[in-house]
């Protein structure tokens, strides 16, 4: 350990009793005891003003090279014993920094020598020498300790890489060869480390169990079941220890794996039937034209849920579509299941049994909480179904024309009894995502089929192939909805393009508004014979800011959701349309049509202000010039007074608002009120004439 440093006055000569190498007992007058007293020497008049001021030198040269050697001290201190100092070094890395650590000592003291007086240089580097000599001599011997631990890490390193080899040749001749390399260099270390025949016996169970445990952890990357079966078949080359650890990752792995693959297979299982209300369980028959017909178990489950007197035309039911029906209003959420039934819509009086209205507690799905609406909508397709946009929101038809393989594989409720017979809540949860994704996968696959090919019959159609020479594989791949749509198309674009529905669009619009994500995963292609090329571009873009901003779309989507009802709103104050839902057909055609235009100018409003959001005076701005005329109820002259002058006052708010920015628009300035009142008096005499 180094050595307390003293100074020596430089006028005595070192005898082997004073010199620091030597000692480190430090007396008064290495530290300049006689210095002080000599001052007090002068003080008394014991001696000579000269020779106290040389004294005094003497002591300022001994302070200095006290303070410089106090700081190399603390220096070195930290360089040797601080947090990343030398002697905290072990094995290669001491060995290694010997070098480093003597020349950054070295260089400590130098810099401490800086800026000192010669007298105190001289005192400071016989302090600090003795300083450097000890903690260098101690460097040196943590240097040859550490040689001798580098040496043995090195060994079991190679001892430890031979191990991994021969895990990894397992059951070739270069394993034999890796275990014999791994012996030899055991005994080397023993042979450092004075190992007892004992000693290296235990070293080499202890690299052949490692080998052992090594290659059974490989082996449970990509089979844990069969790797826990060898803990098993080798635990005899396996120490306690290992067992241990083997089983509490391998074996935990390899149960995990077996309660997935148990959950694969239940997966791939069959369903069901569901229980009926009205349990006809006899053979299906077949119709006249081979479809299966009469009473099956799914046909039995519609039977128990028809709303309304159509209970006669559940046999009539495409049997596959009703397989598909059956299992969907089967898997639906436990406390809506009993509460879904099925309507015939008029459309399917005497049709081809493969459309149906989905009903909530007898009434339209419309009235349903939207939980079962969102379920509802987003899964019809894993059962091959669709629910076209539009109408009351429960029509479902046959967007597939065989038994998808969700509505052949486990119902919902088998899959809850499934995992209720699991104890553990971790393997529990493995099972069902065993399960689900299990299901999922095979949907997707399915789905991603019929995309597919539906994509293929649109390409081949919009190149002018008719549908019906579209191959056959295409077509069965698309399925019967999609290819009597194409045929739909095909028929109207003889004629020319075909003409939007107006009411069709709007229900778009208003589908993009309050189901965003939905809407984002509609295929366009199925509405395609009722939308111009122009609407569905509108559509496409929609679908396409969507995907690239969900927040976005969904605040935009709120903003037209209020804006349609505001317009809605108005055309029954305006009586031109009814209310309460009561309208009739042409008054529908007519809402929709102000509203699609609505949803322009909102479009137009919010492409020249894109960081302003519409208020509710803007939205009136748009809609009053589609609904101005429905205010005014034309008269007769006599009867409406259409000839007596009108007054600014007389005109309702919304109505001068509409007139005055015509006005602006034809005049180029705001206009006067007399100009609105006379503008607005002289369409009541065209009105009234």
Do not use: C
């Not at 229900?507 to 809407?519: I, K």
């Amino acid at each position: 350990m180094p050595v307390v440093p003293t100074y020596e006055d430089r006028g005595i000569r070192l005898d082997p009793g004073l010199n620091f190498r030597d000692t480190t007992r430090a007396t008064g007058e290495m530290f300049g005891s006689g210095i002080g007293e000599a001052l007090g020497s002068v003080g008394r008049g014991l001696i000579d003003i000269g020779q106290a001021v040389a004294e005094v030198k003497d002591l300022d040269a001994t302070n200095e090279a006290k303070d410089s050697n106090n700081t190399f001290m603390g220096g070195a201190r930290e360089l040797s014993y601080g947090k990343s100092g030398y002697m905290g070094t072990s094995g290669r890395a001491a060995v290694e920094g010997l070098e480093g650590y003597k020349a950054s000592l070295l260089q400590l003291a130098k810099d401490g020598a800086a800026g000192l007086s010669p007298l105190a240089q001289r005192k400071y580097w016989d302090a600090s020498n003795v300083t450097i000599n000890n903690l260098m001599d101690e460097a040196s011997r943590h240097a040859m300790t550490q040689r001798g631990v580098w040496t043995v890490q090195t060994s079991k390193a190679r001892v430890d890489t031979f191990r991994e080899n021969a895990a990894a040749s397992w059951d070739t001749n270069d394993e034999k060869l890796d275990m014999i390399a791994g012996f030899t260099e055991l005994q080397n270390i023993g042979g450092l480390l004075g190992w007892h025949a004992d000693d290296l016996a235990g070293q080499s169970a202890e690299l052949i169990s490692g080998v052992h445990e090594d290659r059974i952890v490989r082996k449970a990357e990509t089979d844990p079941i069969g790797a826990a079966a060898d803990i098993e078949s080798q635990k005899g080359f396996l120490l306690p220890d290992a067992q241990n650890r083997l089983k509490a990752t391998v074996g935990e792995a390899a149960l995990d794996e077996t309660t997935r693959q148990d959950g694969v297979a239940f997966a791939e299982g069959k369903r069901k039937p569901a229980e009926a209300a009205n349990p006809l369980f006899a053979e299906a028959g077949a119709d006249a034209t081979g479809r299966a017909a009469g009473p099956t178990p799914e046909r039995a489950l519609l039977l128990g849920r028809i709303t309304g007197d159509d209970a006669g035309k559940v046999p009539r039911l495409d049997s596959n579509f009703a397989t598909n029906l059956s299992a969907l209003m089967d898997d639906a959420p436990p406390k809506f299941r009993d509460d879904i039934g099925i309507r015939f819509p008029q459309s399917e009086a005497d049709g081809p049994g493969r459309t149906v209205d989905l009903t909530y507690k007898g009434e339209s799905l419309s009235v349903a909480p939207s939980q079962l609406q969102d379920w509802a909508r987003r899964n019809a397709g894993r059962y091959g179904l669709r629910m076209p946009v539009g109408g009351a929101g429960g029509s479902v038809v046959a967007a597939a024309d065989g038994v998808t393989a969700r509505a052949l594989a486990p119902s919902s409720g088998q899959i809850d009894a499934h995992l209720a017979a699991i104890a553990d809540p971790r393997r529990r949860d493995i099972a069902r995502q065993a399960i689900l994704g299990t299901l999922e996968q095979q949907s997707q696959q399915e789905l991603q089929q019929q995309m597919a090919a539906k994509a293929e019959l649109w390409r081949q159609v919009g190149a002018g192939v008719a549908p019906d020479q579209v191959p056959f594989s295409v077509r069965q791949g698309a399925g019967r909805d999609a290819v009597a749509s194409a045929r739909s198309y095909a028929a109207k674009t003889l004629a020319g393009p075909p003409d939007t529905d107006e009411v069709l669009l709007r229900d778009m619009y208003l589908y993009a508004a309050s189901r965003p994500e939905d809407f984002a995963r509609l295929d366009l292609n199925d509405y395609r014979d009722r939308l111009e090329g122009s609407d569905l571009k509108v559509l496409a873009a929609a679908q396409s800011a969507i995907g690239q901003d969900s927040r976005k779309a969904r605040d935009q989507g709120a903003e037209l959701a209020s804006a349609f009802d505001l317009a809605k709103t108005r055309l029954e104050e305006a009586g031109a349309i009814g209310s309460g839902g009561g309208e009739s057909a042409e008054q529908r055609q007519l809402l929709a049509q102000v509203q699609n235009a609505l949803y322009d100018d909102l479009a137009a409003f919010r492409k020249a202000n894109p960081s302003t959001r519409p208020t509710t005076a803007d939205f009136q701005k748009m809609i009053n010039p589609h609904i101005l005329g429905y205010y005014i109820t034309p008269r007769p002259a006599a009867e409406s007074g259409a000839g007596k002058p009108v007054r600014f006052g007389d005109i309702s708010p919304n109505l001068r608002d509409s007139i005055a920015r015509q006005l602006q628009q034809e005049l180029g300035r705001q206009p006067t009120d007399g100009e609105v009142a006379r503008e607005y008096q002289a369409f009541r005499l065209a009105q009234g004439a």
